[in-house]
Each structure stands twice: as C-alpha cells, then as structure tokens.
T-cell receptor
Framework: DAGVTQSPTHLIKTRGQQVTLRCSPKSGHDTVSWYQQALGQGPQFIFQYYEEEERQRGNFPDRFSGHQFPNYSSELNVNALLLGDSALYLCASGLNGGGDEQFFGPGTRLTVL | AQSVTQLDSQVPVFEEAPVELRCNYSSSVSVYLFWYVQYPNQGLQLLLKYLSGSTLVKGINGFEAEFNKSQTSFHLRKPSVHISDTAEYFC????????????FGTGTKLQVIP
C-alpha cells in the first residue's frame, strides 16, 4: 500500500498564474481533505471531498477549488496566485463515517514569486 | 467551533530527559483528539489518538497522552527522549461524528539536546 501520494513535490509559479495539485488517497479511503500549511504554522483546513462533491469548506476564497474523481483521487486548483499562497499543501484521506484519523501525504511545496 | 491551543512554541530538552508538550482545546461538543509529528520537509505522521474509552492513550515511539475532559487538555508525554524525537508536534481536534475536518494547533518544536 503506497499510502497517500501527492504530485508534484515542488512547484514554482508566478503571481497571477494558476496551479493544479494532485492527490491519490490511501487504498480503501473515500474522503480527501486538503490543508494549507504556511511556514511556521499549523495546517489550515481548505476543504473536503466525498462522493465527488465538496462537503466542507474552511475560510479560503473561491480562488481555491477542487475536484474528486470516481476513483477517489482529487485535485486542488488555485487561481490568480498571490505571494501569500506560498505554502506546503497537504492532502489527507480517510474513510467516511470512520471518525478516525486521516492519513497525510508528504505534501506539495508551492512557491509563488 | 473548535480550537486548539499549544502554548509552547519551542521546548528544548536534554536527551534521555522526560518531556511534556501541552495542548488545550475548546469545543462545545464531543471531540476526537490527535497528536501528529512532522519531521523537516515531510508530511504529518500520527503519533496517537483519543476517540473514546481509556483516557490514557499510548502511541508510537514511546509517546503517550492523557485526555482530561474537565481541564480540556490532551498533553503529550515521553519519559525519555531521543535525538531522533527532534521534530514539530501538532495537537489536533475533530468533531466526533463529523466529517473528519481536523483543526490543528500552531505546533510545538521539540529540540532534543545531546
């Protein structure tokens, strides 16, 4: 079992550009959550996907959007990038109704110049 | 709404000494509690979790935590730390019966001194 995988590992973009980050959940998991971790901070919840729909959302603007595919993998899209979007983006997967812990991927480090 | 407070941003401790990392939470409903560890340039790894039952929870790498409902605390302890324990530790809470949205504290950097 490969666990949660994310791609790419690192990404450099410029302000105003758009970016797509990808996540494959742990085998058997059906929910995917995305978190933003700025340098020196704890992860902040962006949103969660289940059954291909956004189920919960944190305090992030509409520039942040996502998608979940039938195979449970997920994408995070960020439009009109700002310098402040530079962060480690973490994907976590879990099992709906489990109430249990989530398994985190290694993250994608996004740098916006 | 739920929140997590980790009062200590950094904790230096000598190797083989005991350590306690403090965590307090606030929530109006029942919660699940977690401690995660993050090594440099890596994702989060679960150390231990409290869902229900015994208030003393044992995790990996010799860590344990005690859930104290009256004090709304979930402090992490290890009786003897090793150099390899140097990392950042995050306390986290989720709403039991919810959809696994996890709220994290700001983290505590544990620095083990040889």
């Amino acid at each position: 079992d490969a666990g949660v995988t994310q791609s790419p590992t690192h990404l450099i973009k410029t302000r105003g550009q758009q970016v797509t980050l990808r996540c494959s959940p742990k085998s058997g998991h059906d929910t995917v959550s995305w978190y933003q971790q700025a340098l020196g901070q704890g992860p902040q919840f962006i949103f969660q996907y289940y059954e291909e729909e956004e189920r919960q959302r944190g305090n992030f603007p509409d520039r942040f959007s996502g998608h979940q595919f039938p195979n449970y993998s997920s994408e995070l899209n960020v439009n009109a990038l700002l310098l402040g979007d530079s962060a480690l983006y973490l994907c976590a997967s879990g099992l709906n109704g489990g109430g249990d812990e989530q398994f985190f991927g290694p993250g994608t480090r996004l740098t916006v110049l | 709404a739920q929140s997590v407070t980790q009062l200590d941003s950094q904790v230096p401790v000598f190797e083989e000494a005991p350590v306690e990392l403090r965590c307090n939470y606030s929530s109006s409903v029942s919660v699940y509690l977690f401690w995660y560890v993050q090594y440099p340039n890596q994702g989060l790894q679960l150390l231990l979790k409290y869902l229900s039952g015994s208030t003393l929870v044992k995790g990996i790498n010799g860590f344990e935590a005690e859930f104290n409902k009256s004090q709304t605390s979930f402090h992490l302890r290890k009786p003897s730390v090793h150099i390899s324990d140097t990392a950042e530790y995050f306390c986290a809470v989720s709403f039991s019966g919810g959809y696994q949205k996890v709220t994290f504290g700001t983290g505590t950097k544990l620095q083990v001194i040889p």
